[in-house]
């Protein structure tokens, strides 16, 4: 099995996420429902919700309490790593990810590729 990192991008506000705090509390059992699902198939590694603030270290120094966002104001607000056969799978319980009922959101996957073991 092929493990698979899930980037969660959605939309930001000047100083925060767009989601408040009621959006999140009603979103909460549509995400356990989604993780559970991939959990109950053995496919769950890890995945977690990413704070707002963020250091950004670059060869120009250290920006801090701003995370990196892109020219429309998306930026990553979780992730997901998972184990599948096939990054169709993947793709497919993609389609139903709570995220994407948000406007500019979307979900990414990236193969991971293992570290050689010596």
Do not use: H
Not at 9 to 20: D, I, K, P, V
């Amino acid at each position: 099995m092929t493990e698979y990192l899930l980037l969660f991008r959605n939309a930001s506000a000047e100083n925060g996420y767009l989601a408040t705090s009621q959006d999140m509390a009603e979103d909460m059992p549509k995400w356990q429902a989604w993780i559970g699902n991939i959990a109950m198939q053995g496919n769950l590694v890890t995945t977690a919700p990413v704070r707002y603030d963020a250091s950004i270290i670059s060869n120009e120094g250290i920006v801090k309490d701003k995370p990196y966002k892109e020219a429309n104001s998306v930026l990553v607000s979780g992730f997901l790593i998972c184990k599948a056969d096939n990054i169709e799978q993947v793709e497919e319980w993609s389609k139903t990810c709570p995220i994407l009922k948000y406007p500019d959101s979307s979900v990414e996957i990236r193969p991971l590729i293992p570290f050689p073991s010596n």
